[in-house]
């Protein structure tokens, strides 16, 4: 059982660089969902994609952010021009939507991305 | 704005004991309540989820407790072990909104033996 996996675990960059991750979801699963956690506070979402269609972005997710899921498969978020403030852990969840329990998100370990 | 308020932020109980986390919601549209159970350094695993038809769910020693009315919910984990020393996050979402979740604040559980 390969569960959601992200890549890398870690990311340590300076502000201004660009960073970009990876989300590998469960392999029959077609909604993909990007979410961001801070430090003791829960998950926000950030964007979602059923296959490789990007579906949403919240207001949370500004023009340095953006994410793509090129076949429907794994996807990859980008932030350019890091600051300070996106210092986070980044998760990855995924959802089975055409049968099945379609509320169900699966989640991954997450990125935990920090801005020096 | 925080959809879902949870309460309390941390809490301490001995071995055996009942730790009790509480959620209230306002959006009534909301009709999944999942709870994520999250340990340091991984990403949140789904514990046990319920629908607003239901008012109580076990799995295991947890339960769920839905109060349609109050648009209250609330998670109790019986016979607590320290293996459930972690942080509890209560959820919601609905269907018409492709289950976007918005969580709570989280609760710090930790269980001494």
């Known amino acids: 059982d390969t569960g959601v996996s992200q890549d890398p675990r870690h990311k340590i960059t300076k502000r201004g660089q660009n960073v970009t991750f990876r989300c590998d979801p469960i392999s029959e699963h077609n909604r993909l969902y990007w979410y961001r956690q801070t430090l003791g506070q829960g998950p926000e979402f950030l964007t979602y994609?059923?296959?490789?269609?990007?579906?949403?972005k919240s207001r949370l997710l500004s023009d340095r952010f953006s994410a793509e899921r090129p076949k429907g498969s794994f996807s990859t978020l980008e932030i350019q021009r890091t600051e300070q403030g996106d210092s986070a852990m980044y998760l990855c969840a995924s959802s089975f939507f055409l049968t099945g329990p379609k509320d169900t998100q699966y989640f991954g370990p997450g990125t935990r991305l920090t801005v020096l | 704005q925080q959809q879902v308020k949870q309460s309390p932020q941390s809490l301490i109980v001995q071995k055996g004991g009942i730790p009790i986390i509480n959620c209230a919601y306002e959006?009534?549209?909301?009709?999944?309540f999942p709870w994520y159970q999250q340990f340091p350094g991984k990403g949140p695993a789904l514990l046990i989820a319920i629908r607003p038809d239901v008012s109580e769910k076990k799995e295991g020693r947890f339960t769920i407790s839905f109060n349609k009315s109050a648009k209250q919910f609330s998670l109790h984990i019986m016979d607590s072990q320290p293996g459930d020393s972690a942080t509890y996050f209560c959820a919601a979402a609905w269907a018409l909104n492709d289950y976007k979740l918005s969580f709570g604040a989280g609760t710090t559980v930790t269980v001494r033996a």
């Open positions: 994609f059923q296959n490789e269609a990007q579906l949403e």
């Open positions: 959006n009534t549209a909301f009709d999944y």
